[in-house]
Nanobody
Framework: QVQLVESGGGLVQPGGSLRLSCAGS????????IGWFRQAPGKEREDLSC????????YYVDSVEGRFTISRDNAKNTVYLQMNSLKPEDTAVYYC??????????????????WGQGTQVTVSS
C-alpha cells in the first residue's frame, strides 16, 4: 500500500521557520517527482514547489520563491520543505504528492498520482 506521510507542521510565529517532511511507504520516492501543495480554509489548493526525481531540478511558485526550499534524501525515502520567513498567509494544510511526470517546472496537481493526508501549519502570534 502506497502511503505518503507528512510531518513537521505546527504553530509558529510570523518570521519563524518550519521544516516539513514527506516520508514514503510502499513507494520508492526517488522514482518520482515530488511536489508540495497547500490549501487554506475557503481557498483552492495551491501548487508550491516540486523537485525532480534526481533532486537536481527544483521549482517554486512566486509566492514562496526565496523563502521555501525543497530537498530530498533518497536514502531516507523522504522529501523536505524548509519554510522560512513564515507569514500569517502561509497558514494552511500542507500536502505532498508523487508524480510520474518529469519535472521541468512546477507541475499541476492533476499530474500527481499519490497524495499524503496533510499537515497543518499555522502562522500566528
Amino acid at each position: 500500500q502506497v502511503q505518503l506521510v507528512e510531518s513537521g507542521g505546527g504553530l509558529v510565529q510570523p518570521g519563524g521557520s518550519l521544516r516539513l517532511s514527506c516520508a514514503g511507504s510502499g513507494i520508492t520516492l526517488r522514482h518520482y517527482t515530488i511536489g508540495w501543495f497547500r490549501q487554506a480554509p475557503g481557498k483552492e489548493r495551491e501548487d508550491l514547489s516540486c523537485i525532480s526525481n534526481s533532486g537536481r531540478g527544483t521549482y517554486y511558485v512566486d509566492s514562496v520563491e526565496g523563502r521555501f526550499t525543497i530537498s530530498r534524501d533518497n536514502a531516507k525515502n523522504t522529501v523536505y520543505l524548509q519554510m522560512n520567513s513564515l507569514k500569517p498567509e502561509d497558514t494552511a494544510v500542507y500536502y505532498c504528492a508523487a508524480s510520474g511526470a518529469q519535472a521541468m517546472r512546477v507541475i499541476p496537481s492533476y499530474e500527481y498520482d499519490y497524495w499524503g493526508q496533510g499537515t497543518q501549519v499555522t502562522v500566528s502570534s
